[in-house]
């Protein structure tokens, strides 16, 4: 795939997969194409400190960057409770097991299409 831009679907399961990889628990890719003006796609993923959200979050941004997809932006980083990268067609969650219970993200989207990363 040289000198081509991966399509947002492709590069939504690659990094589930890869939070996955990574040892994250209950990692899902929610399809919004359709559904949401802002974004195609989620990919949220629960870890179990925020070191592990910090690393995973670093190898998401390095393999998405390797893809030729740019980081749009990212937030929560420092606590590592909550991090959300936005790769613009691609927004990735990797929540605390605390905040992912709580903010129950995919329950906003009850009518998409939602995979779990086996």
Aim: charged share 35%; with cysteine; net charge negative.
């Amino acid at each position: 795939m040289a000198n081509e831009v991966m399509d947002s679907k492709d590069l939504a399961f690659e990094l589930g997969y890869l939070a996955r990889d990574l040892k994250c628990k209950d990692v899902r890719v929610v399809d919004l194409r359709g559904k949401s003006p802002a974004t195609e796609f989620f990919v949220i993923a629960t870890s179990t400190s925020s070191r592990q959200s910090k690393t995973v979050a670093d190898e998401i941004e390095q393999h998405a960057k390797e893809a030729g997809h740019r980081r749009f932006g990212r937030a929560g980083y420092e606590l590592g409770r909550w991090i959300l990268i936005d790769f613009v067609t691609v927004v990735v969650h990797v929540f605390d097991e605390e905040y992912r219970d709580y903010y129950e993200l995919e329950s906003l989207w009850g009518d998409a299409e939602e995979v779990l990363i086996k």
